[in-house]
């Protein structure tokens, strides 16, 4: 199988005797979708530093296309591994298209600046996630979801092999949800891996093509969704007991929790009440 | 695109140009203004005859070409070099330290600057040791900020304003402690007058220096704009865009603190400059580093330029320019924020 990115044996530690990841092995296959789950606190942050090459780990290294990462020069590492953050404000308020455009700095050399092709893959990158027609719109006036795709516009111009999400749907009401969760299908199946942290088992069972499920710093489950989204599995890793819910032929369709002494009928016998 | 953006776009372009070509036509004014007026015309004569003809031998120089040449244009180069070097660094700091309301002077530049100067003065130094000191301390004062802050772990940008912020006020003690002790019937008016600023005593000797640090600068902070735009980000975002945040940000303070350090030694304690301005630009036109970095170069010598030009022509006895820059300044960056919309949240 071909990997494009791979973590071998993953250590981090903060402070010392506190570990963060422990023991972390990984491999991400060509236009993947590899979803991380788990709890707060859990390490997927750190992870994805660490996948992306701004962060050493401790022990362990990350081979992008057999080659250690860290040993790449920052700015070619930029040009095939892109990450983008969880939403953020940023202090000025530079348009749109300038923040989608900073996803070209791979590629402008020591003291460059965008050239006429860096502008028109960023426009391109605006339209593929549709906010062609927010351009020249400041960013920091933009909804939550909106600043969301833009940054996603950003990794795309950046275009790069591999993009690491940090919960993108953090904070994005159902609709934005899905509107960025399709654009990264939609770009999987071209030519970019994913790796994207959520804490949103529902879109991994909807989008995933390998799931990983880590639990204090290290990885508890991983496999094809089917394999690892099960009851058992999500109940021990966020320590709450986790429904299933499968459809008639088997398949799994949605993953929600069980509430304390919930009975289905419940709200019905409470409707008859009133 | 629609013919509104286009449009837009265009009226934006001719306003950046405008912006840039704005200090020529204002230095060619202000050089004909005080006490005895020149008109512009005869000023852009006799600036001609010294770029060109005064190297023929047969050139004979009159009143108004030994005013324009060696009296005023010194002065209104450093005026314009020194606002420059100040609202340039300004802008960049804001974009480093993310922090709209920085300039140059957060890492004590200006005050380890002013200790320099009135150590000499206390001792009755020539003017030349004043600056020299005045130079060699502010950059010593930022290099004892970043030592410093070397021995805190957390948070290095935060510790690093916090510690800049203190060993200021550090030097601004002992500057008062300099004050304390010097003769009040001479030197301590002297030192008084030196930090409140100004370019009184300016001559063509000071302009070397003063011209080779800040042309440097402004072509490295021009060669810097994209990536001010990137590490104003922050670090994380700047790392994974492929920059070294750390290296390029230590090259920018340096250079800052060269230039902020040469503007001190020659114009003494100039404040709001580095403040107002960047926020001026960023209002006309917009927060890009790209545009932002030379407007503010523009805006600054303009600037400077129209307060030392009212601080020697609005009365008889000249008005300290420190004073003036936060008079003018401060009003006018109260009205910026209230207009300002898009510039910063």
Same mark, same amino acid.
């Given at each position: ?274 | ?57 047969? $050139? ?54 002013? $200790? ?20 060699? $301390? ?23 304003? &916090? ?6 006020? $550090? ?24 930090? &409140? ?149």
């Amino acid at each position: 199988m071909a990997v494009v990115l791979q973590a071998e044996a993953l250590g981090y530690a903060y402070q010392p005797g506190q570990p963060v990841l422990r023991d972390v092995s990984l491999s991400v296959a060509p236009n993947a979708i590899v979803f991380l789950l788990g709890h707060n606190g859990c390490g997927k942050t750190t992870l994805l530093e660490i996948l992306g090459g701004i962060r050493a780990p401790q022990a362990g290294r990350v081979l992008f296309n057999g080659s250690d990462i860290r040993r790449i020069p920052a700015h070619k590492r930029a040009q095939r591994v892109g990450m983008v953050p969880q939403m953020h404000s940023p202090v000025f308020a530079y348009t749109v298209r300038q923040v989608v455009l900073m996803g070209r700095t791979p590629y402008l050399g020591l003291f460059g600046t965008p050239g006429r092709q860096d502008y028109d893959i960023a426009d391109e990158a605006l339209e593929q996630v549709g906010l062609g027609a927010l351009r020249d719109r400041p960013y920091t006036d933009l909804s939550g979801g909106e600043r969301q795709l833009t940054l996603v516009a950003r990794g795309l111009a950046q275009q790069t092999d591999v993009l690491l999400l940090d919960e993108p749907t953090a904070h994005l009401d159902p609709h934005n949800q899905r509107s960025v969760l399709e654009t990264v299908a939609e770009l999987s199946e071209n030519r970019v891996s994913f790796v994207i942290s959520s804490h949103n088992p529902n879109s991994a069972l909807l989008y995933a093509h390998h799931v990983i499920v880590m639990k204090t710093g290290r990885i508890v489950a991983a496999g094809s969704p089917s394999d690892v989204l099960t009851e058992d599995t999500l109940s021990t890793s966020y320590d709450m007991p986790v429904e299933v819910i499968y459809s008639e032929d088997r398949i799994a369709r949605a993953i929600v929790p069980r509430r304390n002494g919930w009975r289905a009928d419940k709200t019905a016998v409470k409707q008859e009440q009133v | 695109m629609s013919r509104g953006s286009r449009r837009k776009q265009a009226v934006q372009r001719g306003l950046y140009w405008a912006l840039l070509l704005l200090p020529l036509p204002v230095a060619v004014y202000t050089i004909g203004l005080g006490r005895y007026e020149i008109p512009p015309g005869d000023v852009a004569q006799a600036l001609y005859d010294y770029a060109v003809s005064s190297h023929d031998p047969a $050139f004979e120089p009159d009143i108004e070409y030994n005013l324009v040449t060696r009296i005023r244009l010194p002065r209104i180069a450093a005026a314009m070099l020194i606002g420059t070097s100040l609202a340039v660094t300004g802008a960049a700091f804001q974009g480093i330290f993310r922090n709209p309301l920085v300039d140059s002077n957060i890492l004590g530049v200006t005050s380890g600057a002013g $200790f320099g100067a009135a150590l000499m003065l206390l001792l009755n130094a020539g003017m030349v040791y004043v600056q020299m000191s005045a130079f060699f $301390f502010g950059l010593l004062a930022v290099m004892l900020a970043f030592l410093v802050s070397r021995l805190y772990y957390s948070a290095p940008m935060l510790v690093l304003t &916090l510690v800049g912020i203190l060993v200021g006020s $550090f030097f601004g003690s002992l500057t008062s402690l300099l004050k304390y002790v010097a003769d009040p019937l001479d030197t301590l008016p002297a030192i008084t007058y030196w930090l &409140l600023g100004g370019l009184t005593g300016v001559t063509r000797s000071d302009i070397p220096a003063l011209l080779v640090v800040t042309l440097s600068g402004m072509v490295f902070m021009w060669m810097v704009r994209w990536r001010l735009n990137v590490l104003s980000l922050g670090d994380g975002e700047a790392q994974a865009l492929g920059l070294n945040p750390t290296r390029i940000r230590l090259l920018i303070i340096v250079v800052s603190t060269f230039m902020t350090a040469m503007a001190v030694s020659v114009g003494g304690v100039i404040g709001w400059v580095g403040l107002v301005i960047p926020h001026a630009a960023r209002t006309l036109v917009g927060p890009d580093h790209q545009r932002l970095i030379p407007v503010s170069m523009a805006m600054g010598a303009v600037f400077l330029l129209l307060i030392d030009t009212m601080s020697r022509t609005l009365w008889a006895s000249e008005v300290p320019l420190g004073v003036f820059t936060g008079i003018v300044g401060v009003p006018l960056l109260l009205v910026i924020l209230r207009v300002n919309k898009t510039g910063w949240q």
